[in-house]
Each structure stands twice: as C-alpha cells, then as structure tokens.
Nanobody, 121 residues
Framework: QVQLVESGGGLVQPGGSLRLSCAAS????????MAWYRQAPGKQRELVAVVTRGGSRDYADSVKGRFTISRDNAKNTVYLQMNSLKPEDTAVYYCNAANFAITSMKAGGYWGQGTQVTVSS
C-alpha cells in the first residue's frame, strides 16, 4: 500500500505562484510514476503533469510553460511548481501514484486527499 499526502494549496492572485507537495509513504519501492490531477467544479478530473521514476515528464497543454513537476526520490516527494496562475487553474489538485506509466486514459490506483487551489483577485 502507498499513502499520499498533499500540501501547499491556497488562495493566490492571478499571475502568482504556488508550490504543491506530495509526500509518499508505505511501499514506495513499487512506485514508477507520480502525477498531479485536478478537478474543477462541474468538470471531470484531468491529468495536469506526470513524472516517472527516471525523471521523464509530461504536461497538459494548458499548463505547459507555466507548471513544473519534479520528484525527489530521496524524500519520496513530488512537487508541482505553478507559476503565472490563472483563474481557470482553480481546482482541487490530487496527487496520484502508480506502478505503471500514468496517462490521461489511465490513472494510478493511489490517491491523495486533494488540496484546494484558488486563483482569484
């Protein structure tokens, strides 16, 4: 089993920055990929960014150039640095982990509790 705990959400003005963290514990040796998803009110959950154990990264088109995902294997933590935030980035952000490659069609089986990000003036 893998447990994921997110932190770092909050309220920020448009154009601002936030950094989300997701700490993994448990049987972390099985984790191959970790990702961030988000879900806005009335919308489906969408994949935002993913990083593999080897460091390969991928992003949703809507966040490319603004968000950066990184992974500290020594700390068993994945980060999402979010810059130039827009009101449409407002959502609950969830950390996700899997022992396979995460794609927009297939999420991992381990989820965090979610952290709220609100972008508003």
């Amino acid at each position: 089993q893998v447990q994921l705990v997110e932190s770092g959400g909050g309220l920020v003005q448009p154009g601002g920055s936030l950094r989300l963290s997701c700490a993994a514990s448990g049987t972390i040796s099985i984790i191959y990929a970790m990702a961030w998803y988000r879900q806005a009110p009335g919308k489906q959950r969408e994949l935002v960014a993913v990083v593999t154990r080897g460091g390969s990264r991928d992003y949703a088109d809507s966040v490319k150039g603004r968000f950066t995902i990184s992974r500290d294997n020594a700390k068993n933590t994945v980060y999402l640095q979010m810059n130039s935030l827009k009101p449409e980035d407002t959502a609950v952000y969830y950390c996700n982990a899997a022992n396979f490659a995460i794609t927009s069609m297939k999420a991992g089986g381990y989820w965090g509790q979610g952290t709220q990000v609100t972008v508003s003036s």
